[in-house]
């Protein structure tokens, strides 16, 4: 079918419904044309929507879709890669042995495969929504596009940007690859995909570069996603270069509001938390991430408690946000050797504040059953040891309910996957094709250090 011509009108149940702020037990959820028309009774919703497409939940729960506040679908072809070289000792040595290799070794053809992989990981997990941040320096123009294809082929909803960087002279490039995709989506909307501008970490943009960004985003009316004090090398290399942390020289170029999205803000002072919550600029927190790089514990219960709307990324160390959240509260808790950390700044990081997050970046009510909400939607099968009710269930979240229990997800009313069958492409076909391009991808990025070595 068509995306024009894609049945969105469905009735799912019966099952426990959250929405998640009540609980309906014996109950459904009637998703017309795309929109949650109804939660209520199964029986009285059979009834009023005769004749509509039925997704038997057999019982289980039924919770709003899953999101995603910050990820990188590019990532994916790195998995079980050796990676060429002595280990890296920093962040810093990370990004130039690891990222900055695989990202300059993606042909189009692997951009494709990175996100096949990554967005059938996302409906296996329940994820039903999506921000991302490519990069790929030589095979940037025309990315955006390709990505566009592979979410609306799986039909899962994204906010999609091109990462700008001057490494490797790629600035100009990445804005016009931004600045085409965002007029694009104009003349060809989608209802699955929004964009944004991307921006990489602060130490490699110049001001020139920046400012640019700023103007473009401005000119075609986009939000600004981009990585902000991830480490301390960040930081230490702002201030030496501008003579300012990298929040204040955002400042300085009005990158900061409502629409603009920073990753990671580990090492972010006082004075920059103020600025983040008097400009209601976004942030993505990634622990798992973080502690993945030794970058540090982000201050996320300061950020809260002065107003910033904090939601949950993953940072493309996994699709799944349900680990990423028991990630979020054990950190929290062994950060600040205190076990009652964590519990209800995750929640309301990985509860209201990722929806606030992904609707004000895609402008659509996402991530509640309720009428007029996305139709996006998660049935599991959970057996549960002990009842299970809204008082409750972020405990069931923590310590019971997982990824293995996700058996059918719904997007914009469209089944994704039915009792753990994908519906919308072949899985097997997407894991062989993306084993293909891993041969390749390797391949060069082990040329390219042994070029390097040998031109020294």
């Known amino acids: 079918m068509t995306e024009n011509r894609e049945p969105r009108t469905l009735l799912v149940g019966p099952g426990t419904v959250f929405t998640p702020e009540r609980c309906v037990p014996g109950g459904g959820v009637w998703i017309r044309e795309g929109r949650v028309e109804r939660v209520g009774e199964w029986g009285e919703l059979r009834r009023r929507a005769k004749g509509v497409r039925l997704l038997d939940a057999r019982g289980g729960i039924i919770l709003p879709g899953f999101c995603n506040a910050h990820t990188h679908l590019y990532s994916a072809l790195a998995r079980g890669m050796s990676v060429p070289g002595a280990p890296a000792r920093n962040f810093v040595q990370i990004l130039e042995r690891l990222w900055w290799r695989l990202d300059k070794a993606l042909q189009e053809e692997d951009v494709l495969a990175s996100a096949m992989v990554g967005l059938v990981e996302c409906v296996r997990c329940g994820v039903t929504t999506i921000i991302d941040h490519h990069a790929s320096p030589n095979a940037c123009a025309g990315s955006l596009d390709v990505i566009r294809g592979a979410v609306e082929k799986v039909g899962l909803r994204a906010s999609l940007c091109y990462e700008v960087s001057d490494r490797d002279g790629g600035g100009r490039e990445g804005i016009e690859e931004s600045v085409r995709f965002a007029r694009t989506l104009r003349t060809r909307p989608s209802r699955h995909v929004g964009a944004l501008m991307g921006v990489h970490a602060l130490f490699t943009v110049s001001d020139d570069t920046l400012q640019a960004c700023v103007a473009a985003a401005r000119e075609e009316g986009l939000g600004l996603h981009l990585h902000v004090s991830e480490d301390r090398a960040d930081v230490a290399r702002n201030v030496a270069r501008y003579g300012e942390r990298p929040v204040m020289r955002l400042r300085r170029h009005g990158a900061l509001g409502p629409r603009t999205l920073a990753a990671h803000c580990v090492h972010v002072d006082g004075r920059e938390i103020g600025l983040l919550a008097r400009t209601g600029t976004l942030v993505a927190h990634n622990p798992e991430s973080n502690m993945n790089n030794a970058v540090g514990y982000a201050p996320v219960g300061e950020m809260l408690r002065r107003g910033v709307t904090v939601g949950l990324g993953t940072d493309g160390m996994t699709a799944d946000v349900l680990r990423e959240a028991k990630v979020a509260a054990l950190v929290a808790r062994h950060h600040g050797r205190d076990p009652r950390k964590g519990w209800d700044e995750v929640r309301r990081i990985a509860g209201e504040g990722t929806r606030e997050v992904v609707g004000r970046v895609l402008g659509d009510k996402i991530g509640r059953l309720e009428k007029g909400w996305s139709g996006d ?80």
């Not at 310590?399 to 994704?416: C, M, P, T």
Request: cysteine-free.
């Open 377 to 456: 939607l998660v049935v599991l099968d959970y057996d549960p040891p002990t009842r299970v009710g809204v008082e409750n269930l972020w405990g069931h979240l923590q310590f019971g309910i997982d990824a293995r229990h996700v058996s059918s997800v719904v997007a914009q009313g469209k089944v994704l996957m039915r009792e753990r069958r994908l519906t919308t492409v072949d899985e097997r076909e997407v894991m062989e094709r993306a084993r293909e391009r891993a041969k390749g991808v390797w391949g060069r990025m082990k040329n390219a250090k042994q070029a390097m070595e040998n031109g020294k």
